[in-house]
Structures are given as C-alpha cells and as structure tokens.
C-alpha cells in the first residue's frame, strides 16, 4: 500500500526554486532514505511534506488523499510526524513532558506510548524527570524520535537524524531506527548526509541534486552504482 506518493513537487524561497519537480513513493512498512549535498533541497522537501512550507506545483498524496497545503497539526492527527533537523527539543521541560507533548493530538494511552519509548530508549526513562536541556547531543535525538513516536505515526520522517554525533552513536540510532521500522513496522522516510549508514538501513533511496532527483531505486543497486560510490561513499 502507498503510504506517501510526492508528484512533481515544487518549491520556492522567494524567487529561489529549492525543488524542480520532484517526485518519490514511500509504501507501508518501508524505510526510504533521500541523500544529497548540502543545498540539494533535503530539508526543503520534509518541510513541504509536513505542511510547514507551502508546495509552489505538484501534489501530495498521504494514504490516497492529497494533503498539499494542509496544516502541519493537522497532519501530525492523521498520522505525518516530522524528527527536525536538530532535534528542536524544549530545553526547560522534562525529557517525559517533553515525551507527553508528543501525544497531544490524543486524549489518553499515552502511558502506553511512554512504555514503548522507555523500552527503546532506556536512557530516557532513567532521566525522565531532568531538563532535556541537559541531555547530551545523542540522548537528545533519542528524545526527539521518541517524541515523534509518541503521536503514533504512520509516517515518520526523520531529517539528519545522525547530524552532530559520533560514529558509534550514529550506529546506535540508526540500529534503533532499523528495530523500530522492523519491530513496529513504522514506515519511515529519512535525509541524511551519512550515504554510508542511510543506505545500509533504508530499503529504497533517491538521491537529490539541485532540487531534483538524480537517482533512485533499491539501496541494494545504490550501492552498487559506480556514481553513488564515487560521489556518495568516497570509493574511487
Ligand atoms: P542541508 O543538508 O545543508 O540542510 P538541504 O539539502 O537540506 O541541505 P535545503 O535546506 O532544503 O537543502 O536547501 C535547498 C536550497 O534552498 C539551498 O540552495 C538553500 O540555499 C536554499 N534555502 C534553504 N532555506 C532557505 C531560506 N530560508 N531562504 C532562502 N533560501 C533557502
């Protein structure tokens, strides 16, 4: 089943065209990783996704109903949830308000959901009552894809989730990512910078240039493509 279809999508900072016409499939279950450059429109087209930009053309169509242009809340009820670049915690709430403001589409079940999240992230419950301000950089990602889980996604996108950590915390998450897709079947699309990692992980990729796809297909033929070793995993 289609979970996300993007069909010529454009959009626009000013008279800056940051996509040209971009189109990808996620279907249910799948993890679909978008590599690229710095500038290549990564962000640009997670932002469109979850309504926080608005698409200059083209559509969006989440679970067979266009959602181009709709508001980001609501697209977080029926199911999109956005882990920003940066994570975008709140420094002075506790790592679980953090965790509970998650929810807040839904009235009750969220002790469930905190189950979950504990059960993957340990860490978060041994520090669930201190200032997620004073959260190290990974435990902070680690809160941030938790909180997108606490809204119950049938879409989670996650943009640079390894943008900041070390390599062996990279791994870590990335491994959590891979449990929670495999485990909990939650369809994820995912930037990332790190080609090495997102394509080990993700089944399916496309790569963005200047706003436009370049490439794409199962990870498994990326990796094998003579232009994504050079230029993506630093083989020559
Ligand atoms: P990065 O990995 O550096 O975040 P990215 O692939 O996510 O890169 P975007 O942030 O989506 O790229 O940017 C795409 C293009 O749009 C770039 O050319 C960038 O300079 C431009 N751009 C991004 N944000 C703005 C903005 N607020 N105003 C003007 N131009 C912008």
Do not use: C, W
Request: without cysteine; glycine residues 12%; proline residues 4%.
């Amino acid at each position: 089943m289609s979970v996300l279809s993007v069909r010529n999508l454009e959009a626009f900072y000013g008279a800056i065209k940051a996509l040209r016409g971009v189109s990808i499939d996620v279907e249910q279950g799948e993890i679909v990783a978008i590599l690229g450059a710095n500038g290549a429109g990564k962000t640009t087209l997670m932002k469109t996704i979850a309504g926080l930009m608005d698409p200059g053309k083209g559509s969006i169509t989440f679970l067979g109903e266009e959602i181009a242009g709709v508001d980001p809340a609501r697209l977080v009820a029926r199911g999109i949830s956005l882990v920003p670049e940066g994570r975008e915690v709140f420094p002075y709430l506790t790592v679980e308000e953090n965790l509970r403001l998650g929810a807040f589409t839904r009235k009750g079940g969220a002790q469930d959901d905190l189950d979950l999240v504990y059960g993957y992230f340990p860490i978060l419950q041994e520090r669930r009552r201190q200032a997620a301000g004073f959260l190290s950089g990974g435990q902070q990602q680690m809160l941030a894809i938790g909180r997108g889980l606490m809204a119950r996604p049938k879409l989670m996108m996650l943009d640079e989730p390894s943008l900041g950590l070390s390599p062996l915390l990279t791994t870590e998450i990335f491994e959590i990512i891979a449990r929670l897709n495999a485990e909990q079947g939650v369809t994820m699309l995912l930037v990332e910078q790190n080609a090495h990692i997102a394509l080990e992980t993700a089944h399916k990729g496309y790569v963005l240039e200047m706003g436009r796809i370049m490439m794409s297909g199962p990870t498994e033929r990326l990796k094998a493509s003579e232009d994504i070793q050079e230029f993506y995993l630093g083989r020559t």
